[in-house]
């Protein structure tokens, strides 16, 4: 299994030419931005973080704002009621316990004390939480989202009956350290592109021979 997932990553890697991840440092903002993308397409949550930064300029304004008003500008991601109160939940908390919203405190912890700090914020689970440690401070995480649960359990990486939680720690038992940010984007470009989630096209792709559903 080992050997497989390491040759399923370079054949990807290959395709995707996707072989670095650019940490930008903002690990407030990537935590909004996947807050934003729960249960929506990142087109939409981009447009609902744009907006929600373009209608209040800053985090403190956001988090001394009335829900509605949140809402109304995120309103484009779905979920508007739930996320205007998990994402103002979230600023306050993250701005009592720290005094700011400069979550690059994290990098000094080791990972798994920074995934629980994060996971102790409601509605912030392991994606999320994972998400921000990889994108924003270049921690090396797989992020199980809908592409690269799906896809690791048609290939038969993963036993199909793992929650998410369970799928990120089995392939990160398979993979090597360095590699989990990698194989995390290739599958989403993979899902996105060839391994939809209804009618994808096992024809085309480039890793068919390993994969269980087709066998
Ligand atoms: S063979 Fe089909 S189901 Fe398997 S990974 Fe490729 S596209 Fe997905």
Redesign the pocket.
Known sequence: MKKNISIILQILSKKYAIKKIRPHGDGISELILTILSQNTADRNSGIAFARLMNKFNSWENVSNANTQTIKEQIKIGGMSNLKSKRIKKVLQIIKKNNESYDLSFLKKMNREESLAWLTSLPGVGSKTASCVLLFAYGIQSIPVDTHVGR?VK??GLVETNLAADDVQIALELLLQKKSYGIFHLNLIEHGRK??HAKK???NE?V??QF?Q??K
Do not use: D, F, S
Request: glycine share 0%.
């Open positions: 896809i048609r290939i060839i391994c994808p096209l096992c792709c890793i068919n994969c559903k087709i």
